[in-house]
């Protein structure tokens, strides 16, 4: 069974100041990696998508892949206050559809 | 697009009632997914339909939990006996699923009180 782990589980960061997540996967054969926000009592909302090694930016959001340490990570440039909500990283196995979560990390923007 | 429709957005049951909740994917997609969200055990697949037929639900509790797709427009997720437990936010999503890398698109989600 695929492990998917975020770090770290909380964190606060002021406006403005590059917030960084990381997220590390336990299948080597992962190939689908999605990052998506989720505001409070609220869905789920992807905010970037990366399916090969290297970067890839959407907006303000960058993720970086790296397969062979097994670690995704994402970066939020000039975050604001509306940014603070849980981050979740979604990995998906290239054998099935099975798209597993981590557990998010927490994330709150001081203005 | 009025995106993944999720009914209702609250239900409180009493322990060993029936809950039966809903979901519209977005129209014209062919994959829907059911999660349950809880703060222990975070977001779990529960279930996957493609083309209205089911095709993993191995993360479905056997005994209490089904899960139907009767026509393209609808799903529902039926938890029969309801247990404390139980209580969490349901979340359903569709995606088009013309490729393996289609993203999903989530709804608000059900949360489930089973008191």
């Known amino acids: 069974q695929q492990k998917v782990q975020q770090s770290p589980e909380s964190l606060t960061v002021s406006e403005g100041a590059m917030a960084s997540l990381n997220c590390t996967f336990s299948?080597?054969?992962?190939?689908?990696f999605r990052w998506y926000r989720q505001h409070s009592a609220k869905g789920l909302e992807v905010l970037v998508s990366?399916?090969?090694?290297g970067e890839k930016e959407e907006g303000r959001f960058t993720a970086h892949l790296n397969r062979a340490n097994l670690h995704v990570s994402l970066h939020i440039r000039e975050p604001q206050p509306s940014d603070s909500a849980v981050y979740l990283c979604a990995v998906k196995r290239r054998s099935n559809n099975r798209i597993f979560f981590g557990d998010g990390t927490q994330l709150v923007v001081k203005p | 697009n009025a995106g993944v429709i999720q009914t209702p957005r609250h239900k409180v049951t009493g322990k060993g009632q029936e809950a039966t909740l809903w979901c519209e994917p977005i129209s014209g997609h062919s994959a829907v997914f059911w999660y349950r969200q809880t703060i222990v055990q975070g977001l779990e697949f529960l279930t996957y339909f493609r083309n209205q037929a089911p095709i993993d639900d191995s993360g479905m509790p056997k005994e209490r939990f089904s899960a139907q797709m009767p026509n393209q427009s609808h799903s529902t997720l039926k938890i029969q006996s309801t247990q404390p437990q139980d209580s969490a936010v349901y979340l359903c999503?569709?995606?088009?699923?013309?490729?393996?890398?289609?993203?999903?698109?989530f709804g608000s989600g059900t949360r489930l009180t089973v008191l």
């Open positions: 299948d080597g054969t992962s190939n689908n």
């Open positions: 990366i399916f090969s090694d």
């Open positions: 999503a569709s995606s088009p699923a013309k490729s393996s890398a289609e993203t999903l698109y």
